[in-house]
């Protein structure tokens, strides 16, 4: 079932750089797990690797290795409108949902309409990688009161990151919205 998901994805991903019509000047962002955003340009996408030529040289970047890939509109310079496309590793992205950069790594969420106003603390003093889902309760004041690992999405079992990923959301304060209902439900996504 695994493989027929992947291969499913990967001719979704061939469709859409077919669509995107790769010319010399386009320019694609790509986003790992690790962290490290990096732009060139993705000239192709089979059998789970990735050829994205960067500063000249070629690179094959496995898809496990990659949380997104930015197909931008434009010239090389980066003028472009970028639109995100889902890549193999990206959980789809609901209506709604922000996103906050912390040390290079991107957070999404989505709790009602709320912001956060103090960033998750996220560290992985180890090389596991995955992402973790973690269902979140924020109360009015900002706090989160509630945070479970592993709602549908989590691509990691490892006890590690779970726990790491709670300790994250736990960390994380949002605006203070008085008139705001007692808790509100939502998500973390925090990739490792």
Known sequence: MEKILIKMKNV??????????LSVNAQ?????????????KVQSMKDGIINFEFKGNVMKLKESEVTSIFFNE?????TGTGS???SSAEIIREPGEKQVTV???????????RIISKPPLVSNLTQEKGTVVVDVTVDKYGHVKKAI?????TTTTSEYLLTKAKQAAEST???????????QSGYMIIPF
Not at 149 to 153: D, E, F, L, Q, S
Not at 174 to 183: G, S, T
């Open 173 to 183: 304060l949002f605006d203070n919205v008085p008139k705001a209902p007692l808790e």
């Open 149 to 153: 690992p592993g709602a549908k999405g």
């Open 103 to 113: 040390e290079s790594c991107i957070i999404r969420y989505k709790v009602a309409d």
């Open 74 to 78: 434009g010239p090389a310079s980066g």
């Open 84 to 86: 995100p496309k889902s």
């Open 28 to 40: 694609h962002t790509v986003n790992l797990k690790s962290g490290e955003k990096m732009n060139g």
């Open 12 to 21: 979704l991903a061939g469709i859409i750089l077919a669509l995107t019509g």
